[in-house]
DNA sequence: ATGAAAGCGCTAACAC
DNA sequence: GTGTTAGCGCTTTCAT
């Protein structure tokens, strides 16, 4: 274990108080008698026990961070800003780590409550079955900041406007003379699939461009097209993306007409159904172009080099917690502040842009 | 702020031992009350300061994780694993987030330390020079399991055998023909770098076939022109991993003389071997072999699908948690404790042995 | 079978 | 300027 005041005090022959003041650096101690001690406290390598002053202060610098499987793959980006941002601003990160059923969800979020976290930041996967657990939350008047806009919360969300992104990207394959264009989606209700889906339709009626059903598939685990709710598979988040993605290509390959381009849920949607054209000897850009989002790491090294949207994961994490610790110090009007942060096109070579520029 | 057992006490006028004794299911209290309190219990959703019951048991069921950049993509399944391996043991998970420098390294752990985390799992980049931090952790008495074999540290260990994967993974090749076989690895001086190249050799030399060193490359990351500053992401390891194989494979290509088969640090590092051979028209598996470690999801969707060791990582987790909570207990003898697991092989397309069968 | 009281390490209000 | 003291919410020993 390591020292406490007490020890240092006795040893030091001055008390508690003044040992105190020196630690917060107030002007009322001999300086002197500072200096001496400053001195003591690194030679013994003095480490104040957190735990005791999170007790007393009712603050522990700790922030949860939740939403079913919080460290999936998909969200590491995320989870490294905000683990990074909280760092720079002297908070520490705990992570409620659910499989995402309503239930473990709640247990998570009390384990974090009971651990004094000063505030919760969600980043799920958008499901609205997660949504009571937060309003929860918001009514124990915990600070609360959502990483994507949640239906009938009425919370500070600092989130990328995927609507507006997948407009963009639609509208960049428009641009590029596409007219027949699919959409490859996640079969959940989430607000990610949601929002993807408003976006396209968007940039699809704005052009006057048909929007073909068979062409907008929302993959389920059983490669089926159709959602399945009774599916109770709790670990349905363990397939991969690329899978999903593989899956949806081969069920929109697999029609008799086809789109010439497809817009993905996410890169690995987009690589998993680059493999599957691939396989179908559907060429890709020629024949198919592909599109996907975040900009992964593999997006820039997939076979044929990804089309994508480079979200601002940086901004991301910086502004949530930095809005979350204004909100726990009180420094903020009790309107929640909601900030949509724009996703930034990348174009590489499965969309076929460059394609067209060589002709 | 929730409840305390001050305020439930008052309200059902019973005393603070007697609740303690219904909260820990001790026997001694009169059948009526402890139901009785157990209801009102159930309703007013007590749910016990895990802070102030640290602080008085010296105990917060706390796990640390350290190691430069813990979460780092290549580590995310360990993590995974790590978490719910706690979860499942009741504890929670905080994560040291360091760039890497011994410094910051140090930082990390005196602030989990501070929190009192009852004890650390090393989950790093192997690199020599976090070793005095470990040190320091066991010197202190705090149980510490390590998830690579650290030299000069006697220390609880539960890891993959990279060496005895990579002997296997060369023999593969080896057995499939290969004679001219190259590596490809990471600059640092970790372990991770070091017991592959240990293996690699270990292989060639028993099969007696040649090493030759132009075709072992330790790429660095300035093996060419870019790197990342424009995100603001100014550390080496934020350079992708598929980066570097792609570096490292076009160093090889280059060569006069080249290898017919790679084996790569990574999965990542060989889907960036790939590309390069890919755009330097070099057919995979046909002219060249590319072998990888970790058999990420990515592996199975790449170009060519990946032949590549599987690592048990769920069973790293599970075995490091249950191995530290037991020393956390003092179940243990002081002995350390160093249990080696082994990857399985995982045979894809990229090593060319389905393509020897069809011949 | 139940209650009272001490104390974990820290902070802050109050006294000297 | 410096020292003393009363808790934060919990567990545990000792009385009753």
Redesign the interface.
């Known amino acids: 274990?390591?020292l406490t005041q007490h020890e240092i005090v006795n040893q030091l022959g001055i008390s508690r108080g003044t040992l105190h003041r020196i630690l917060i650096g107030s002007p009322l101690v001999k300086a002197a008698t500072r200096d001496r001690v400053l001195g003591e406290l690194e030679k013994l390598n003095y480490?104040?026990?957190?735990?005791?002053r999170?007790?007393k202060m009712?603050r522990?610098n700790?922030l949860g961070i939740i939403g079913p499987a919080a460290?999936?793959?998909a969200n590491?980006d995320k989870?490294?800003a905000l683990?990074?941002a909280s760092?720079a601003r002297g908070y520490?990160?705990?992570?409620g780590?659910s499989n995402g059923s309503p239930e473990e969800d709640a247990q998570c979020i009390?384990?974090l409550?009971?651990?004094?976290v000063d505030g919760f930041v969600a980043l799920g996967r958008g499901l609205p079955e997660n949504i009571p657990q937060y309003q929860d939350i918001q009514k124990?008047g915990i600070p609360f900041v959502s990483l994507y806009p949640i239906p009938g919360l009425q919370a500070d969300c600092v989130y990328v406007d995927t609507r507006s992104a997948y407009a963009e990207l639609t509208k960049h394959l428009i641009k590029l003379g596409h007219t027949k264009i699919g959409l490859l989606l996640d079969a959940s209700a989430s607000q990610f699939s949601v929002n993807r889906e408003l976006g396209f339709r968007d940039a699809m009626t704005a052009a006057k461009l048909p929007i073909v059903d068979d062409w907008i598939i929302h993959v389920t685990p059983d490669g089926a097209s159709e959602i399945n709710a009774e599916n109770g598979e709790t670990h349905i988040w363990h397939i991969?993306?690329?899978?999903y993605g593989?899956w949806g290509a081969s069920l929109i390959l697999a029609k008799r007409q086809r789109p010439t381009a497809i817009v993905c849920f996410s890169d690995?949607f987009a690589?998993?159904a680059l493999?599957a054209a691939?396989l179908a000897g559907v060429r890709v850009p020629e024949d198919l172009a592909l599109v996907g989002y975040d900009d992964k790491?593999?997006a820039?090294?997939?076979?044929v080099p990804l089309t994508t949207m480079h979200q601002p994961d940086?901004e991301v994490g910086t502004e949530a917690v930095s809005l979350l610790i204004d909100r726990i110090d009180g420094k903020l009007p009790p309107k929640p502040v909601v900030r949509p942060l724009q996703a930034k096109l990348v174009v590489r070579d499965s969309c076929g842009s460059r394609l067209a520029k060589k002709r």
Chains 1, 2 share one sequence.
Do not use: C, W
């Open positions: 274990m390591s480490v104040p026990n957190a735990i005791a999170g007790l009712r522990t700790t460290i999936k793959m590491i989870v490294n683990h990074l760092r520490s990160v705990m992570f780590y009390r384990e409550r009971a651990r004094m124990a991969s993306d690329y899978q593989f690995e690589i998993g493999r691939d790491d593999s820039k090294f997939a076979r940086n």
